[in-house]
C-alpha cells in the first residue's frame, strides 16, 4: 500500500538510526512491524493470569532478546 505521511526530520532521523534499515521504506516497515509484534504481546500479558498459559517466561525472554538486539550497535 502506499501511503503520504508527515514525519519530523528529527524523529525520522531517530528511526533510520535504530533501525539500521537502508531505506526509508525499511524503516518505517520495521517500525510497524516491531509496534504491531509489541501490542501483541501487551495483550497476550494481559490475559496473564486468566488464562492457562504455558511459556510465558518465553515470551518474556523473547521480548527482552527483542529489545537487545534492536539496540546492539
Sequence with gaps: ????????????????????????????????????RRAKLEQLRALRGKLDIAGTEALDEADVHEQNVRLEP
Excluded: H, K, N, W
Design 1 to 36: 500500500m502506499r501511503t503520504t505521511i508527515t514525519i519530523p526530520d528529527t524523529l525520522f532521523g531517530e528511526l533510520m538510526s535504530f533501525t539500521e534499515a537502508g531505506s526509508r521504506t525499511e524503516a518505517v516497515q520495521v517500525a510497524v512491524e516491531t509496534y504491531v
